[in-house]
């Protein structure tokens, strides 16, 4: 089977910093990209970053661009997720997903992801 793991969130001041990590274990770690998206209450999953095992390539929202910086381990099989400047709009559970070979455009699409980690959660306040 597989699993992803995600760990980092917590609770910052706006303006802080947190970094997430999300491990991937059996099957989950046979991926073409790994992505991160987030969902605040009341709202849909969102894209936020992503990055290809392939050829290195990331992609931001553009919410996030500047701000927050994809980068992997391949040997790990793991992701992370460094945000910086934190803002109260970015509170969210963020999810990151493994999928298997797609466009480039395509890593913005959660429904082109094959597994999910369970979450964490990240609160800013103001």
């Known amino acids: 089977q597989g699993a992803l793991v995600e760990s980092g969130g917590g609770l910052v001041q706006a303006g802080g910093s947190l970094r997430l990590s999300c491990a991937a274990s059996g099957r989950t770690s046979s991926s073409y990209a790994m992505g991160w998206f987030r969902q605040a209450p009341g709202k849909e999953r969102e894209f936020v970053a992503a990055?290809?095992?392939?050829?290195?390539?990331?992609d931001y929202a553009d919410s996030v661009k500047g701000r927050f910086t994809i980068s992997g381990d391949n040997a790990k099989n793991t992701v992370y997720l460094q945000m910086k400047s934190l803002k109260p709009e970015d509170t969210a559970v963020y999810y990151c997903?493994?999928?298997?070979?797609?466009?480039?455009?395509?890593?913005?699409?959660?429904?082109?992801?094959?597994?999910w980690g369970q979450g964490t959660q990240v609160t800013v306040s103001s």
């Open positions: 997903g493994t999928g298997g070979l797609m466009a480039y455009r395509s890593m913005r699409v959660a429904s082109r992801y094959d597994y």
């Open positions: 990055i290809s095992w392939y050829d290195g390539r990331t």
